[in-house]
C-alpha cells in the first residue's frame, strides 16, 4: 500500500480526499497522515470524523514533519502560505508531492521548482479528467482559428469563499489558448472591465470571475467572431473530480524520479 498524507485535512478538499482515500476510489492507498494548520479546532480530532465518516486512526495533527515520514506522497490543498513551508520539509523527508493548491507567488512557486528537484511533484491548478482534456482540445481549437477573426473571453463562477482570482483554472485555460494563438498570455490578459474601455482589441483575452452560493467551479471559453461563437465549457458538480485526480496523481508519483509534472502527464493526455 502507499501511504498518503492529507495537508489542508480539515478544509473541503481535505475531508473529501479523507473520504475517497477511505473508500478506495483509487486502490493501494492508505490514509497515513492528516495535517492542518495550527489552531485549526480539527487538531487533534480523528481525520474521518472530520471528514464526516468513521474512525480512521488517523489524528489531523499540525506536524507536517512528523506526517511526512510515515507517508509516501503528500497530497496538498491547504492555501498558498503553506507552500514555502511545505516545500521544504517534503523535499527534505523526500516525500512526492501533488499539489493543488492555488494562488501562488512567484516567490512560492520557485519554491515548489527547488522541491521538483529532489523529490516528484505533480501540480495543476485542476486535477480532473474534464479540465485537463480541454487544455490540449482548447491549444487545439486555437492554432486553427489563430489569425482568423475570433475574440478570446474566459469567464469563470465559484462559491463565495474562494480566495483567488481568477481562477488557476482560468488562468490555465488562458495559457492553453495563448500557445495556440502563439501570444505571451501576460501581455494580452484583462481582468474585467469598467467604464469607458473603448473598443476591444483584437489581441486580447479577457478574463471574468464571478463569486456566489456553493458553486463548485464553472469555466466557459468563448471565441466569438462576425457571426458565429464557439464556447467550451467545463462544469463541476462536486469536489470529488478534482480528488479522484489528485489520488491518481498521488498513485502516479511514487516513485518517480524527482521533476514537476502536469496533470496532464499523470493522466496521458
Ligand atoms: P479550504 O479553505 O476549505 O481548506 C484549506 C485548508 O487548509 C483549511 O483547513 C486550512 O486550515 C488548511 N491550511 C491552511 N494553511 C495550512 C498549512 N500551513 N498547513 C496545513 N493546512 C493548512 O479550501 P479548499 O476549497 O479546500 O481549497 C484549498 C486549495 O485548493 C485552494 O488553493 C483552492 O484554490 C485549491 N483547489 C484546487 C483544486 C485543484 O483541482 N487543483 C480544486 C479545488 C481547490
Redesign the pocket.
Known amino acids: 500500500m502507499k501511504r498518503v498524507a492529507i495537508?489542508?485535512?480539515?478544509?473541503?478538499?481535505?475531508r473529501m480526499l479523507v473520504r475517497m482515500v477511505r473508500s478506495g476510489s483509487t486502490p493501494g492507498l492508505e490514509l497515513s497522515g492528516a495535517?492542518?494548520?495550527p489552531g485549526?479546532p480539527?487538531i487533534g480530532r480523528d481525520a474521518g470524523l472530520v471528514a464526516g465518516v468513521p474512525e480512521l486512526g488517523v489524528a489531523v495533527s499540525a506536524d507536517?514533519g512528523a506526517a511526512a515520514r510515515g507517508a509516501d506522497v503528500a497530497v496538498d490543498?491547504?492555501?498558498?502560505?503553506?507552500v514555502l513551508?511545505?516545500a521544504a520539509v517534503l523535499a527534505e523527508a523526500g516525500v512526492a508531492w501533488v499539489l493543488?493548491?492555488?494562488?501562488l507567488s512567484a516567490e512560492e512557486l520557485a519554491a515548489v521548482k527547488k522541491a521538483a528537484e529532489r523529490v516528484p511533484v505533480v501540480m495543476?491548478?485542476?486535477?480532473?479528467l474534464g479540465i485537463n482534456l480541454l487544455l490540449t482540445l482548447l491549444e487545439e481549437a486555437a492554432g486553427a482559428l489563430r489569425g482568423r477573426g475570433y475574440d478570446v473571453e474566459i469567464v469563470e463562477r465559484h462559491h463565495r469563499?474562494?480566495?483567488?482570482s481568477p481562477?488557476?483554472t482560468a488562468l490555465a485555460l488562458g495559457e492553453a489558448v495563448a500557445r495556440g494563438y502563439e501570444w505571451a498570455l501576460d501581455e494580452v490578459s484583462v481582468h474585467g472591465r469598467g467604464g469607458l474601455v473603448g473598443e476591444r482589441p483584437a489581441e486580447q483575452i479577457g478574463f471574468h470571475a464571478v463569486r456566489g452560493g456553493d458553486i463548485v467551479?464553472d469555466h466557459t471559453v468563448l471565441f466569438a467572431a462576425d457571426g458565429e461563437c464557439i464556447e467550451f465549457s467545463h462544469r463541476a458538480t462536486s469536489?470529488e473530480a478534482?480528488a479522484r485526480?489528485?489520488l491518481q496523481a498521488a498513485d502516479w508519483a511514487v516513485g518517480r524520479a524527482a521533476g514537476l509534472y502536469t496533470m496532464r502527464d499523470v493522466l496521458g493526455v
Open positions: 495537508v489542508g485535512a480539515a478544509g473541503r478538499m481535505g495535517v492542518d494548520v485549526n480539527e507536517l490543498f491547504s492555501g498558498h502560505e503553506a513551508a511545505n493543488g493548491t492555488t494562488g495543476a491548478p485542476n486535477m480532473s469563499r474562494k480566495k483567488d481562477s488557476g467551479g469536489r478534482f485526480g489528485a
